[in-house]
Each structure stands twice: as structure tokens, then as C-alpha cells.
């Protein structure tokens, strides 16, 4: 009996995913629960594990390629009981097909629909996507990725041969002239996701970015006074971003227009602080979420933004820990940027930047950029101004905050 392993629900409305490690390789033996494949999906990677003890009798995509809900990553069985093809796995007579996910055909029916399969080349979906819309045979195109498997710039190859240069919106990059040593990274997974609600959120709201200092003399100081305290007593720290967390989470409790949702249907204002944090994973922009961070003490938002930090950078967050946010802070401070101008997280209706802190002359006090961007159809630019005033406020006092 064979057992296919399929691409789970991305939870991202039918996103696909994309492979970033396989664990096993086609021959290898595998225990129930042992990690066979990391699918990187639009808002976190997923380890998919082994449904049953057996062998990985097939693989069907290779790292990198993307790859659509539901669809078979790998077969696992007894080598014993399936007849290899050119194509892939056909069991042996009344030999049955235990899937691990329903899905709507068997990978019995998939080795048998049709003779012409038995020589049907080995191409990336991407690939065969492309020569599909040129009406192009892949049978007679040689193949230059892993085990001769046909790609996409063997496809733009051989369109360049016949003369044709129109690729479409498939190979834009590719076929505009490059300066030498230039390289093309894919748009996919998170990049893809980041990349699509940024454009999504500016096209669909109504933007507006307001812009003034606070005093960070007060901030710092403290920030100061706990780093100190913390080391001796051995503790995790304290840094100034979990202050900044814990200024905003006091302080929106007042404004429930800037605590919303936005949707033509109503705007949802909510009484819980979920407070989103943008995060820097090194591959693409994460904004994890604290759940009811105005009921949390200043050690414990500390402590979830570290944990949260911490499961971003290993590409471990759940969908579950970046959804339900209900206001973002954004801190460019340690880069070195002053002023900018964040993008709403959409249906978000404000979100407040954070730049780096600094003295406009030797003697004067040490300032600290705030930005804040509304949606102008939630909020109007008074009550988004009496908002800033009201976060300046809560910053620059946030010592005394902590003891209320």
C-alpha cells in the first residue's frame, strides 16, 4: 500500500507554497512523524511530517518550485508493492491507495490516465505553465535542471532560438537587457505575500502620515536603569522597542478609532490591544502579534516579543501568531533611519513608526521620531494628531506607566 503526501491548506485563500528543504531523499527510510519536507507558505514555514512508517518512493517537486494546496509532494510505501515508470509509481494489480489528504484523484489514476504519459518529460510546473501557453513540446527541449529537469529558462531559451522574444508577464526579468553580474531572485512566498498587501494597502486606503518628536531623555534613561538591573539579577532585558510596545498598548485603550478595522461594511473598533511588531526575519518583513498586550505587564510584552522575535528569525511563526492584529509598531531606530513613512497593515487603520533617536544640537535634549500613518477614511487628521500627542505623551512618561 502506497501513501501520498500532499500540500496542506496554506491558510492564505488558496496560496501556493514554496519548498525550501528536503529532509529525505527518494530511497530513504522514514518513521511515522519524522520531518520530510519545510514548505515555506505566505505567512510562515510548515514542517510536514510522515503519515506512516515506509519508504520515499517518490518526490515530485524539488526546492524552490512552487506548489498549489493539496497537490502530492512525495509517495512513501514498500518498493515492493509499486512497478517504477518513466513517469512515476503504478501500483501493482489490487494493490489500494491510501491517501493522507482526500483529494480528488489517486495517484493510481494519475500513472494510468493515458499511454502518452509513459514519455512525458521531467519539467518544473513553472516550465510546463509556459510551454503550455506557447503551445511549445516540451519533448524536444533538453532539460538543464537536477536529473535533467526541464525549467523555466530552458523554456525562454528555446523561445529565444525560434525567434520569438514576447514571454509575456512569465519572464519580464529575464528578457530585459541586464547590466553584467546581475542575478534574478524569485518573487515567491513571503517576499510574494509582503510584496502583494504592500501594493494592496497603498492602492486601497487612503493614506496620510503624520510626524513629531518626543523626548527620549525619560525612555532612555529608564531603558538604562532596567539593562542594569536586569544583568545583575540575570533576567532577559529589557530593550527600548518592548518600552515603545508597552507606551502604545497604555494608550490606545483611549482611542478605540485607532484600535480598528477598516471595511466600507463598518469600521470594527475593538477593546482588545492585539499589538502587532514588525519583524526583520532576513527573509522577508514579519509582523507578529502580542494578543491583549493592554493586560500585560511590561515583563511579559518583553518576554512575547522576544519569543516572537526569536520563532521569526528560525521561520517558525504560526498563522495563528500574526493574525488578529489590531495595531502595528514599526522601529527603523537601530538602522540609523530617522524619518519615514510606514505602510498600513491593512485592515489595520494606524500604524506608528519608530525612527532613531538622536540631539539636534550638543546641548539640547535627545528627540525621537515618531510617525504615524492613519487611514483617512477611519480618521480624520484631528483625532490622528490628539493620538500622537497621546503616544509622545505615554513615551515620554513611560516610567511612571509601568506603576500604574
Keep these: 500500500m502506497t501513501t501520498e503526501v500532499r500540500v496542506p491548506t496554506t491558510g492564505n485563500a488558496g496560496q501556493d507554497a514554496v519548498i525550501s528543504e528536503w529532509r529525505v531523499a527518494a530511497g530513504a527510510r522514514v518513521t511515522n512523524g519524522d520531518v520530510l519536507v519545510v514548505l515555506e507558505t505566505a505567512k510562515a514555514s510548515i514542517d510536514i511530517h510522515a503519515p506512516v512508517d515506509g519508504e520515499v518512493l517518490s518526490i515530485r517537486f524539488d526546492v524552490g518550485d512552487e506548489v498549489p494546496e493539496f497537490e502530492i509532494l512525495a509517495i512513501l510505501g514498500d518498493s515492493s508493492d509499486v512497478i517504477v515508470t518513466k513517469t512515476g509509481l503504478q501500483p501493482q494489480p489490487e494493490t489500494p491507495v491510501e491517501s493522507a489528504v482526500e483529494a480528488p484523484r489517486s495517484i493510481a489514476q494519475t500513472a494510468t490516465t493515458a499511454p502518452a504519459q509513459e514519455t512525458r518529460p521531467l519539467a518544473s510546473p513553472r516550465a510546463r505553465i509556459m510551454a503550455e501557453r506557447r503551445s511549445i513540446d516540451l519533448v524536444g527541449i533538453a532539460g538543464t535542471g537536477p536529473n535533467g529537469r526541464i525549467i523555466v529558462g530552458d523554456v525562454i531559451a528555446m523561445v529565444a532560438a525560434s525567434g520569438s522574444v514576447d514571454f509575456g508577464t512569465d519572464a519580464t526579468a529575464v528578457t530585459t537587457p541586464s547590466p553584467r553580474g546581475s542575478t534574478v531572485k524569485p518573487v515567491r512566498g513571503v517576499r510574494k505575500v509582503t510584496a502583494e498587501r504592500m501594493h494592496s494597502s497603498l492602492q486601497n486606503t487612503a493614506q496620510v502620515t503624520l510626524m513629531r518628536y518626543a523626548s527620549a531623555d525619560a525612555l532612555l534613561a529608564y531603558s538604562r536603569r532596567l539593562r542594569r538591573l536586569t544583568e545583575e539579577r540575570g533576567v532577559p532585558k529589557i530593550g527600548v522597542n518592548d518600552l515603545l510596545l508597552f507606551a502604545a498598548s497604555r494608550t490606545l485603550g483611549s482611542f478605540p478609532a485607532a484600535n480598528s478595522w477598516f471595511d466600507f461594511d463598518g469600521i470594527r473598533e475593538f477593546e482588545a490591544v492585539n499589538l502587532g511588531f514588525a519583524v526583520d526575519s532576513g527573509r522577508a518583513l514579519l509582523v507578529p502579534v502580542i494578543p491583549d498586550a493592554d493586560l500585560l505587564t511590561l515583563g511579559q510584552i518583553a518576554e512575547s ?29 537601530g538602522l540609523g533611519v530617522h524619518w519615514f513613512t510606514p505602510v498600513l497593515n491593512a485592515p489595520q487603520t494606524c500604524i506608528l513608526g519608530v525612527g532613531a533617536s538622536h540631539q539636534l544640537h550638543e546641548a539640547g535634549p535627545t528627540l525621537l521620531p515618531l510617525s504615524l500613518t492613519f487611514d483617512h477614511r477611519a480618521i480624520d487628521g484631528a483625532a490622528a494628531a490628539q493620538l500622537l500627542g497621546a503616544l509622545v505623551s505615554s513615551i515620554e512618561s513611560v516610567d511612571v506607566l509601568t506603576a500604574l
Design 305 to 333: 516579543a522576544r519569543t516572537l522575535i526569536e520563532r521569526s528569525r528560525a521561520g517558525q511563526l504560526s498563522i495563528a501568531e500574526m493574525d488578529g492584529g489590531t495595531f502595528t509598531l514599526t522601529n527603523l531606530g
